[in-house]
């Protein structure tokens, strides 16, 4: 049974920072890429960055280039998300998740088959 276990998130002051964790567990995740999404309140969930298991490759949405970094450690099958720089529009509950990397597009969430169960992170003003 695939398990995905975030950590890390909590509150924080606006320029501050944060680092989310995800544990993976169940199955073997070399074709893999491992995402992380956020979801606000009254919207809808949006891609944050992925990185594809096999080579490291990541993927960044605009909005996050240059303040977060996604990294995994392959001995810990750990996939985490740094987060610099924070503001409050990145208040949001953040999610991991992980698919098929054979597609063509990872900012996509339909392609993701297995999701963990979201941390909450906050940015105060």
């Known amino acids: 049974q695939v398990q995905l276990v975030e950590s890390g998130g909590g509150l924080v002051q606006a320029g501050g920072s944060l680092r989310l964790s995800c544990a993976a567990s169940g199955r073997t995740f070399s074709r893999y890429v491992m995402g992380w999404f956020r979801q606000a309140p009254g919207k809808e969930r949006e891609f944050v960055a992925a990185?594809?298991?096999?080579?490291?490759?990541?993927y960044y949405a605009d909005s996050v280039k240059g303040r977060f970094t996604i990294s995994r450690d392959n001995a810990k099958n750990t996939v985490y998300l740094q987060m610099n720089s924070l503001k409050p529009e990145d208040t949001a509950v953040y999610y991991c998740?992980?698919?098929?990397?054979?597609?063509?597009?990872?900012?996509?969430?339909?392609?993701?088959?297995?999701w963990g169960q979201g941390t909450q992170v906050t940015v105060s003003s």
């Open positions: 998740a992980a698919g098929p990397s054979y597609y063509n597009d990872y900012t996509l969430p339909h392609i993701y088959d297995y």
């Open positions: 990185i594809r298991w096999s080579d490291g490759s990541t």
